[in-house]
Protein backbone atom coordinates (compact mmCIF):
# COMPACT_ATOMS: atom_id res chain seq x y z
CA UNK A 1 0.00 0.00 0.00
CA UNK A 2 1.03 3.72 -0.58
CA UNK A 3 1.29 4.63 3.50
CA UNK A 4 1.82 2.53 6.55
CA UNK A 5 -0.43 0.04 8.04
CA UNK A 6 -0.99 -1.23 11.38
CA UNK A 7 -2.60 -4.28 12.64
CA UNK A 8 -4.70 -5.13 14.46
CA UNK A 9 -6.86 -1.89 14.29
CA UNK A 10 -8.52 -2.71 18.26
CA UNK A 11 -7.11 -5.03 20.37
CA UNK A 12 -9.25 -5.98 23.45
CA UNK A 13 -6.86 -8.01 26.16
CA UNK A 14 -7.05 -9.60 29.59
CA UNK A 15 -4.72 -7.88 32.13
CA UNK A 16 -1.26 -10.24 32.55
CA UNK A 17 -1.60 -11.36 28.59
CA UNK A 18 0.92 -10.33 26.31
CA UNK A 19 0.16 -8.76 22.99
CA UNK A 20 1.71 -8.11 19.65
CA UNK A 21 1.01 -5.13 17.47
CA UNK A 22 2.46 -4.58 13.81
CA UNK A 23 3.66 -2.09 11.89
CA UNK A 24 4.62 -2.20 8.04
CA UNK A 25 5.54 1.17 7.15
CA UNK A 26 6.15 3.14 3.35
CA UNK A 27 8.56 0.67 1.09
CA UNK A 28 11.81 1.97 1.17
CA UNK A 29 11.74 3.89 4.56
CA UNK A 30 14.59 3.61 6.50
CA UNK A 31 13.33 5.04 9.75
CA UNK A 32 10.62 3.57 11.80
CA UNK A 33 9.52 5.60 15.27
CA UNK A 34 6.62 4.27 17.49
CA UNK A 35 4.44 6.16 20.01
CA UNK A 36 1.34 5.88 22.12
CA UNK A 37 -1.19 8.33 22.84
CA UNK A 38 -3.03 7.92 25.85
CA UNK A 39 -6.80 9.05 26.21
CA UNK A 40 -6.63 13.29 25.67
CA UNK A 41 -2.83 13.19 25.55
CA UNK A 42 -0.26 13.79 23.05
CA UNK A 43 1.54 11.70 21.90
CA UNK A 44 4.37 9.55 23.79
CA UNK A 45 7.63 8.69 22.18
CA UNK A 46 8.66 4.82 22.34
CA UNK A 47 11.27 3.68 20.44
CA UNK A 48 13.30 4.64 16.92
CA UNK A 49 14.39 2.25 14.49
CA UNK A 50 17.27 3.80 11.87
CA UNK A 51 18.28 1.01 9.13
CA UNK A 52 20.72 -1.32 10.77
CA UNK A 53 22.14 0.87 13.83
CA UNK A 54 20.95 0.44 17.45
CA UNK A 55 17.47 1.03 18.10
CA UNK A 56 16.37 3.96 20.67
CA UNK A 57 14.40 2.89 23.12
CA UNK A 58 15.02 5.46 25.99
CA UNK A 59 11.13 5.80 25.33
CA UNK A 60 9.93 2.46 26.34
CA UNK A 61 8.17 2.67 29.57
CA UNK A 62 9.12 -0.48 31.00
CA UNK A 63 10.70 -3.66 29.99
CA UNK A 64 7.60 -5.19 29.23
CA UNK A 65 7.77 -3.28 26.05
CA UNK A 66 9.78 -4.46 23.46
CA UNK A 67 10.14 -3.83 20.00
CA UNK A 68 11.35 -5.65 16.75
CA UNK A 69 12.40 -4.73 13.68
CA UNK A 70 12.87 -7.41 10.96
CA UNK A 71 14.62 -7.29 7.30
CA UNK A 72 14.34 -3.44 7.81
CA UNK A 73 11.00 -3.26 6.92
CA UNK A 74 8.46 -4.20 9.36
CA UNK A 75 8.48 -3.94 12.68
CA UNK A 76 6.60 -5.81 15.60
CA UNK A 77 5.99 -3.86 19.47
CA UNK A 78 5.30 -6.57 22.08
CA UNK A 79 3.80 -5.67 25.48
CA UNK A 80 4.44 -8.54 27.97
CA UNK A 81 2.12 -9.09 31.01
CA UNK A 82 -0.50 -6.35 30.20
CA UNK A 83 -1.36 -3.50 32.39
CA UNK A 84 -4.48 -1.29 32.57
CA UNK A 85 -2.30 1.40 32.19
CA UNK A 86 -1.15 0.33 29.24
CA UNK A 87 -4.30 0.71 27.54
CA UNK A 88 -4.17 3.35 24.80
CA UNK A 89 -3.78 4.05 21.24
CA UNK A 90 -0.98 2.92 19.34
CA UNK A 91 0.81 4.24 16.58
CA UNK A 92 3.60 3.64 14.08
CA UNK A 93 5.35 6.00 11.80
CA UNK A 94 8.01 5.83 9.36
CA UNK A 95 10.17 8.28 7.21
CA UNK A 96 12.66 8.58 4.70
CA UNK A 97 15.66 9.54 6.87
CA UNK A 98 18.51 11.63 4.99
CA UNK A 99 19.56 13.07 7.69
CA UNK A 100 19.05 16.74 7.41
CA UNK A 101 16.44 18.12 8.29
CA UNK A 102 14.73 15.45 9.91
CA UNK A 103 12.34 14.20 7.32
CA UNK A 104 8.67 13.95 7.47
CA UNK A 105 7.01 11.10 9.55
CA UNK A 106 4.19 9.44 8.28
CA UNK A 107 1.79 7.86 10.68
CA UNK A 108 -0.58 5.20 10.09
CA UNK A 109 -3.65 4.44 11.99
CA UNK A 110 -2.70 3.24 15.15
CA UNK A 111 -4.08 -0.36 17.41
CA UNK A 112 -6.61 0.40 19.57
CA UNK A 113 -5.74 -1.29 22.55
CA UNK A 114 -7.67 -1.67 25.63
CA UNK A 115 -6.52 -4.00 28.77
CA UNK A 116 -9.51 -5.15 31.11
CA UNK B 1 13.22 20.18 22.36
CA UNK B 2 11.71 23.05 22.95
CA UNK B 3 8.58 23.55 24.58
CA UNK B 4 5.99 25.03 22.91
CA UNK B 5 2.86 26.26 24.33
CA UNK B 6 -0.55 26.06 21.95
CA UNK B 7 -3.97 27.24 23.11
CA UNK B 8 -6.21 24.95 24.29
CA UNK B 9 -9.38 24.91 21.45
CA UNK B 10 -9.82 27.21 18.88
CA UNK B 11 -13.05 27.78 16.47
CA UNK B 12 -13.40 29.09 12.96
CA UNK B 13 -16.30 29.67 10.79
CA UNK B 14 -15.76 27.81 7.18
CA UNK B 15 -14.52 29.41 4.57
CA UNK B 16 -12.57 32.11 6.68
CA UNK B 17 -8.89 31.80 7.51
CA UNK B 18 -7.98 29.98 10.62
CA UNK B 19 -4.94 31.35 12.47
CA UNK B 20 -3.32 29.04 15.21
CA UNK B 21 -0.63 30.54 17.12
CA UNK B 22 2.43 28.66 18.76
CA UNK B 23 4.94 30.08 20.79
CA UNK B 24 8.31 28.68 21.46
CA UNK B 25 9.93 31.77 23.58
CA UNK B 26 13.39 28.65 24.08
CA UNK B 27 13.61 27.56 20.45
CA UNK B 28 17.27 26.93 19.96
CA UNK B 29 18.59 28.10 17.06
CA UNK B 30 18.96 24.33 15.10
CA UNK B 31 15.00 23.61 16.05
CA UNK B 32 12.68 23.67 13.35
CA UNK B 33 9.34 24.58 13.45
CA UNK B 34 6.96 21.80 12.58
CA UNK B 35 3.52 21.06 12.28
CA UNK B 36 1.06 18.29 12.34
CA UNK B 37 -2.74 17.54 12.59
CA UNK B 38 -4.53 15.06 13.64
CA UNK B 39 -8.04 14.41 12.90
CA UNK B 40 -10.16 12.08 15.08
CA UNK B 41 -9.67 8.33 14.85
CA UNK B 42 -6.62 9.32 12.78
CA UNK B 43 -3.01 9.07 12.89
CA UNK B 44 -1.11 12.60 12.59
CA UNK B 45 -0.55 14.38 9.54
CA UNK B 46 2.15 16.32 8.71
CA UNK B 47 1.31 19.55 7.50
CA UNK B 48 4.47 21.86 7.10
CA UNK B 49 8.03 22.96 8.54
CA UNK B 50 10.00 26.26 8.51
CA UNK B 51 13.17 27.60 10.22
CA UNK B 52 13.06 30.84 9.96
CA UNK B 53 11.46 32.04 6.41
CA UNK B 54 8.12 31.75 5.67
CA UNK B 55 7.41 28.64 4.51
CA UNK B 56 3.88 27.83 1.81
CA UNK B 57 2.66 24.74 0.41
CA UNK B 58 -0.58 23.33 -0.69
CA UNK B 59 -2.22 22.67 2.53
CA UNK B 60 -1.21 25.69 5.03
CA UNK B 61 0.61 28.41 5.26
CA UNK B 62 3.95 29.04 8.29
CA UNK B 63 4.89 32.47 9.39
CA UNK B 64 8.02 32.49 12.12
CA UNK B 65 8.56 35.94 13.76
CA UNK B 66 11.79 37.28 13.22
CA UNK B 67 12.96 36.17 16.28
CA UNK B 68 11.52 32.77 16.29
CA UNK B 69 9.80 32.89 19.54
CA UNK B 70 6.41 32.61 17.96
CA UNK B 71 4.56 31.26 14.86
CA UNK B 72 1.21 31.12 13.16
CA UNK B 73 -0.26 28.40 11.06
CA UNK B 74 -2.71 29.58 8.47
CA UNK B 75 -5.24 27.37 6.95
CA UNK B 76 -6.13 30.09 4.17
CA UNK B 77 -9.81 28.51 3.65
CA UNK B 78 -10.55 26.79 6.36
CA UNK B 79 -13.32 23.80 5.72
CA UNK B 80 -14.94 21.18 8.05
CA UNK B 81 -12.71 18.23 7.39
CA UNK B 82 -9.76 20.87 8.96
CA UNK B 83 -11.67 20.00 12.52
CA UNK B 84 -8.89 18.43 14.15
CA UNK B 85 -6.00 18.79 16.80
CA UNK B 86 -2.92 20.80 15.59
CA UNK B 87 0.22 20.48 17.35
CA UNK B 88 3.31 22.62 16.77
CA UNK B 89 6.50 21.30 17.72
CA UNK B 90 9.74 22.26 17.92
CA UNK B 91 12.50 19.62 16.92
CA UNK B 92 16.38 19.78 17.15
CA UNK B 93 18.32 19.06 14.19
CA UNK B 94 18.63 14.97 13.76
CA UNK B 95 16.42 14.75 16.64
CA UNK B 96 14.09 11.91 15.53
CA UNK B 97 11.96 11.99 18.67
CA UNK B 98 8.96 14.01 18.06
CA UNK B 99 7.44 15.52 20.82
CA UNK B 100 4.03 16.44 21.15
CA UNK B 101 1.91 18.51 23.39
CA UNK B 102 -1.86 18.73 23.79
CA UNK B 103 -1.99 20.76 20.92
CA UNK B 104 -5.25 23.00 19.78
CA UNK B 105 -8.17 21.44 19.48
CA UNK B 106 -9.56 23.38 15.84
CA UNK B 107 -13.31 23.37 15.46
CA UNK B 108 -14.38 24.84 11.65
CA UNK B 109 -18.01 25.93 12.25
CA UNK B 110 -20.28 25.42 9.44
Known amino acids: GAGVSQSPSNKVTEKGKDVELRCDPI?????LYWYRQSLGQGLEFLIY????????KSGLPSDRFSAERTGGSVSTLTIQRTQQEDSAVYLC??????????????FGPGTRLLVL | DAKTTQPTSMDCAEGRAANLPCNHS???????VYWYRQIHSQGPQYIIH???NNETNEMASLIITEDRKSSTLILPHATLRDTAVYYC???????????FGTGTRLTIIP
Open chain 2, 26 to 32: TISGNEY
Open chain 1, 93 to 106: ASSGFTGFPQETQY
Open chain 1, 49 to 56: FQGNSAPD
Open chain 2, 89 to 99: IAADFGNEKLT
Open chain 2, 50 to 52: GLK
Open chain 1, 27 to 31: SGHTA
